[in-house]
């Protein structure tokens, strides 16, 4: 089952992170594009194929202290065609590394539309790709998550739902009270209830919530809501997300979340962290370092709440 599966890498590498591959304009260094120029090709392929190396090496970098990664698709969709083959590329590079992928789509919609979204990203039958876990919105309602649901059943996929965005405006929508509950409660029961069939062996279900770092209280309270649901807890770092803000979204175990950061890892070269020890060229090494940072900063507020997970 995808949740037993993440659990163990992530007591493998006693890490409770993962790692975002977003590939914002200008975080590729100079001197990989250069490298990557081809002459002979569009400009679009170039850009693509530039991408793929660069993620190629952040993921051979930390595969081995990590348990996941997290591609977010948008910044390859701006490239058309050229961008969903390297975002393939890279989602099966990862794999083969035996990382989990879990892809950031946040996908959506009903019926018969919903299955092809589905089938493509968590299928096995007609899908050049089917990773292991996808984020999805749940605006729709009940419906619109059915159809992830019964491949993440069918296949052993997870999945990963908006709850708690981490984005300052989430609270425009997510905290409006509807017959006496916040409406990020009410997707917190309906999260829930889908999630009974997926309950895994350490008794957490393979469809998890994402619940933003930068809103502690939201968080707290919704793992009171959700025991048996995993996190995805996007906002570490750059925006403004700390690991001691972070006690409260884990259980008693030791377990129940995977912290997200992006820019932090595969951007740590650029940050005055790491700029002293790093130059460009070794931004693969200041990405490892950055890591085993961010590991360590959470692993040591678990340690002082009394939540070890091994």
Not at 16 to 42: A, C
Not at 98 to 105: G, T
Not at 299 to 305: P, Q, R, T, V, Y
Request: proline share 2%; net charge neutral.
């Amino acid at each position: 089952m995808f949740i037993d599966e993440l659990i163990e890498r992530i007591i493998k590498t006693k890490n409770h992170s993962i790692v975002g591959i977003d590939l914002h304009e200008g975080i590729i260094p100079q001197s990989v594009r250069d490298k990557n120029y081809n002459p002979n090709v569009s400009r679009i392929e170039s850009i693509t194929e530039t991408m793929f190396q660069f993620s190629k090496e952040i993921i051979n970098s930390i595969y081995d202290i990590v348990p996941a990664i997290k591609p977010q698709i948008a910044f390859f969709e701006r490239y058309g065609s050229h961008g969903f083959k390297a975002f393939e590329k890279i989602c099966k590079y990862a794999m083969n590394k035996a990382l989990i992928v879990l892809a950031d789509v946040k996908r959506s919609d009903i019926g018969s539309t919903a299955a092809a979204y589905s089938d493509y990203y968590l299928g096995t039958d007609f899908s050049s790709l089917s990773v292991d876990a996808i984020t999805i919105n749940p605006y729709f309602g009940e419906d619109s998550l059915i159809p992830f649901v019964d491949n993440c059943i069918k296949n052993n996929k997870g999945l990963f739902v908006l709850v708690k965005t981490s984005n300052k405006s989430s609270g425009d929508l997510q905290n409006r009270v509807c017959e006496g509950k916040k409406i990020y409660e009410t997707v917190s029961e309906l999260v829930t209830k889908q999630g009974m069939a997926c309950i895994g062996k350490y008794g957490y279900s393979s469809i998890g919530a994402v619940v933003g770092a930068t809103h502690k209280e939201d968080g707290e309270n919704i793992r009171k809501l959700m025991k048996s649901t995993y996190f995805l807890v996007p906002g570490y770092g750059a925006q403004g997300g700390k690991a001691s803000d972070l006690g409260g979204f884990f259980n008693e175990d030791g377990l129940g979340s995977i912290i997200n950061s992006s820019r932090g890892i595969i951007g740590a070269y650029m940050l005055d962290k790491y700029k002293g020890k790093f130059d460009e060229d070794s931004y693969a090494l200041a990405a490892r370092e950055a890591v085993i940072d961010m590991r360590d900063d959470i692993n040591k507020i678990l340690e002082a709440a009394g939540k070890i997970a091994w």
